[in-house]
């Protein structure tokens, strides 16, 4: 049976991490993006405590199946309206096609709207693109990012 819960990142941050390096592996995009996955986590601790950081997982049988994290904060030129934006959404290839990422999400969005955000905000990669699923559950493609390396 899969459970949905908000957790915060300073509890469960080494499952995270390892998540977050097969998300890494998935969706990191060679010929731009060359890093190695190094996440800040003091900044993202801070943010946690500051109350702008939301961590809603999903578990079966106490095992992580997949996680969501986004950031929040008022958008910058309409300073009521609260905006949340996905930082990272990882599913473990064997929880993918059953709907555990489906059911993420829309706790997620309960769980945002509790917290008093007005929008959510995803986005996807050339390599691992789920627009399909985010189109599904009502979401308008707004915007179309271009990176460059400098």
Not at 42 to 60: F, K, Y
Not at 126 to 134: A, C, M, R, V
Request: proline share 4%; aromatic share 8%; hydrophobic share 40%.
């Amino acid at each position: 049976m899969l459970t949905l819960q908000v957790e915060y990142l300073r509890d469960v941050h080494g499952e995270v991490q390892a998540y977050g390096e097969k998300q890494w592996a998935e969706i990191r995009y060679p010929p731009l993006m060359q890093e190695e996955l190094d996440p800040a986590l003091d900044t993202l601790l801070r943010i946690e405590e500051e109350g702008s950081l939301l961590l809603v997982t999903a578990r079966e049988a106490g095992q992580m199946a997949g996680y969501i994290m986004v950031v929040s904060s008022p958008m910058l030129n309409h300073q009521e309206v609260n905006y949340a934006m996905e930082l990272a959404m990882y599913v473990g290839k064997d929880y993918r096609r059953c709907g555990v990422a489906r059911s993420l999400m829309q706790y997620c969005e309960e769980a945002c709207r509790e917290a008093g955000v007005h929008y959510l905000t995803f986005s996807v990669t050339p390599t691992l693109d789920y627009t399909p699923l985010l189109e599904a559950e009502g979401y308008i493609k707004t915007e179309i990012l271009h990176t460059k390396r400098l």
